[in-house]
């Protein structure tokens, strides 16, 4: 069954704790700029103290000796899974890779969920992009270099899945329930759609930061995604 990790897109520490006091059941989190930024390192320490996976979002893009850098200070702090930009090139992911070593799976953010084809060209400077093969190309890139796997929206997971190894990775965000709005995501899917489509880790956030009971939403995910492969 796919994991269903949570995404702490709150303000701070404390708002963050007090959420998962209330989520016993949960096994995966997902940290953040915003989040990182303000609390840093004391904050990761604290979930992984409570037993959590925790999936370090920070979209590394830098050169490569920065990358690695930043991927050994994440496994020497206990990171489960980490982050970094496909589009950082070959040699950035290579760098990533080794210094990620097997104790921290590294995934490549391909095309954010939240472009459309238009936006995508406009921020590439190309006029035609279909994101399904830039995401398939990133994709494959991204595991050759050495990579766990990749980050890719619902949209492209089906034809990641195909052209790669079976154990790869495929974290899936935008992650929504039919009566659930899409907000600022372009490519959404439901739990049982991703799971089905090929996903290993579902990203689910507002739906359940926002929802009035937090602990019942989270199950609803969780069985959402059970039910997908049962």
């Not at 016993?24 to 930024?37: A, H, N, Y």
């Not at 990749?150 to 089906?158: D, G, I, T, Y």
Request: proline share 5%; charged share 20%; aromatic share 2%.
């Amino acid at each position: 069954m796919a994991e269903v990790v949570l995404a702490l897109d709150l303000p701070g520490g404390p708002e963050a704790m007090r959420l998962l006091d209330r989520l016993p059941e949960l096994k995966w989190v997902k940290v953040g700029s915003i989040l990182m930024t303000r609390e840093g390192a004391p904050l990761v320490r604290g979930l992984i103290g409570r037993g959590l996976r925790v999936f370090l979002d920070l979209k590394w893009h830098d050169i490569p000796n920065t990358v690695a850098g930043a991927v050994t200070a994440a496994r020497e702090l206990g990171v489960s899974m980490a982050t970094v930009h496909a589009l950082g090139g070959r040699t950035m992911m290579e760098a990533a890779a080794g210094a990620g070593g097997t104790d921290l799976a590294l995934v490549a953010v391909t095309v954010l969920t939240s472009h459309d084809p238009a936006s995508y060209g406009q921020a590439t400077g190309r006029e035609a992009v279909a994101l399904v093969d830039e995401t398939v190309r990133q994709a494959k890139a991204a595991v050759s270099a050495g990579l766990a796997g990749v980050v890719c929206s619902a949209a492209e997971v089906a034809s990641v899945r195909r052209v790669l190894p079976e154990e790869t990775l495929l974290v899936v965000p935008g992650i929504r329930r039919e009566k659930d709005t899409a907000g600022d995501q372009v490519r959404f899917a439901t739990p049982g759609e991703a799971v089905r489509a090929g996903a290993t880790h579902l990203v689910v956030g507002r739906p359940v930061l926002q929802a009035p009971d937090p602990a019942a939403a989270l199950t609803q995910f969780v069985e959402e995604a059970r039910c997908a492969v049962s």
